[in-house]
C-alpha cells in the first residue's frame, strides 16, 4: 500500500465545497510536513499550501483564504477544505509529506462543473 492515499475528490458546482483527505500508512506522518499541491489540466504542478508539525499553516496568497489545511496525528491524516470552488480550481489534487523522508500520494481529481 502507498504510504499517502488522498480521497475527497469528484464532481462539485461551482461555489461548493469539498474536504480532502490524505491519511498515511506505514510512516508516522506527525514526523512530517504536509504539503497540498495541484495540477490543472495544460500546466505544471503548483504547491497550495502546507501544515507544519507544530500546526502552523502557510497558504497560496492567490486562493483568497478559500482553502484551510489541517492534520489530525491521532489519525495519521492531513486534510484540505476548500471552499468556494471556481471552476479554475479543477486539477488533480496531491498531498506530500517532507521529513525523514519524501512521499507523494497518488491524487484525487476534482473537477467543478456547472
Known amino acids: 500500500q502507498e504510504p499517502l492515499v488522498e480521497s475527497g475528490g469528484g464532481v462539485v458546482q461551482p461555489g461548493g465545497s469539498l474536504r480532502l483527505s490524505c491519511v498515511a500508512s506505514g510512516i508516522n506522518l506527525s514526523l512530517y510536513v504536509v504539503n497540498w499541491y495541484r495540477q490543472r489540466p495544460g500546466a505544471e504542478r503548483e504547491w497550495l499550501a502546507y501544515?507544519?508539525?507544530?500546526?502552523?499553516?502557510h497558504y497560496l496568497s492567490l486562493l483568497g483564504g478559500r482553502f484551510r489545511v489541517s492534520r489530525d496525528n491521532t489519525k495519521n491524516a492531513a486534510y484540505l477544505q476548500m471552499n468556494d470552488l471556481e471552476l479554475e480550481d479543477t486539477a488533480i489534487y496531491y498531498c506530500h509529506a517532507r521529513g525523514p523522508d519524501v512521499y507523494w500520494g497518488q491524487g484525487t481529481q476534482v473537477t467543478v462543473s456547472s
Open positions: 501544515i507544519t508539525h507544530n500546526f502552523d499553516t
